[in-house]
């Protein structure tokens, strides 16, 4: 039987002693990993609570479809399903939209048939083209207007679509945060004298009113434009 010398049992307790080091290493080195990662969970975990919900509400489809009345109906009418489309954001923006076009409907209506009952402004609408020289059909009326001017009124159009939505954030409540669709923000674009300080009840009669007349209005410019583009487009409908 050997005998083991004093020299090899200081070796072995050495080697013994620097892998104990070494593995207590390791497993704190672990421990400390885990604990890194739990808290990291925890953190997140956290900050998922902290997150709050949006502080607008926008206005609900509800109370968009409830006005105006559909009583020329009898139930409301939306034979393509759009309202049921989207958020109540998207049937908000469909709902300004609406109201834009049927301003727009209401102002080419009125000018159609005034040019074409021979109305026109004094002076020019160009150099060397007078209004009294526009012809009195609508859309010969709009050829005649030079290039520029045409561009002029899509960059005028353009200016007002941009400071609207501008002024919607910066000066009230946007129509998709809670807000009024169709209330126009630009200043003295509409209702220079304030003829709409009226009542909140008034006001939502009017803006009833305005939504009939501008959904009657886009009927009425697509059958002038119909009949204007096609003979025999639209019945009894005379010349225009």
């Known amino acids: 039987m050997r005998t083991i010398t004093p020299l ?16 207590s290493f390791g497993r704190s080195k672990t421990s400390a990993t885990f604990m890194s990662d ?4 925890a953190d997140v975990e956290v900050a998922v609570e902290e997150v709050e ?3 607008y509400t926008c206005i609900s489809k509800e109370e968009i479809l409830a006005s105006p009345n559909t009583i020329e109906f009898g139930r409301f009418f939306d034979p393509l399903k759009l309202a049921e489309n989207g958020s109540d954001e998207t049937l908000a923006w469909y709902r300004h939209a609406e109201i834009k ?6 102002a080419a209506f009125v000018g159609w048939w005034t040019v074409g009952a021979g109305y026109r402004f004094p002076g020019e609408i160009a150099h060397g083209i007078t209004f009294a020289s526009i012809p009195s059909h609508g859309l ?7 290039g520029w001017g045409k561009t002029q009124m899509l960059l005028f ?3 007002i679509e941009f400071h609207d939505e501008l002024f919607h954030s910066r000066r009230g409540t946007h129509y998709l945060r809670g807000g009024i669709p169709g209330k126009n923000m630009v200043p ?7 003829y709409t300080n009226k009542s909140p009840e008034a006001l939502a009669r009017g803006r009833d009113v305005e939504i009939k007349n501008g959904r009657l209005a886009m009927i009425g410019i697509a059958g002038l434009y119909a009949a204007a583009s096609i003979q025999g487009a639209v019945p009894l409908q005379p010349p225009c």
């Open 140 to 146: 010969d009326a709009w050829d005649a207007i030079p």
């Open 8 to 23: 090899a049992l200081a070796f072995l307790c050495g080697t013994a002693s620097a892998f104990t080091q070494h593995g």
């Open 38 to 41: 739990e808290a990291a969970v």
């Open 101 to 106: 076009h049927g301003r727009v409907a209401m």
């Open 53 to 55: 919900e949006p502080a």
């Open 188 to 194: 003295g674009l509409w209702d220079p004298v304030g």
């Open 157 to 159: 159009a353009g200016l």
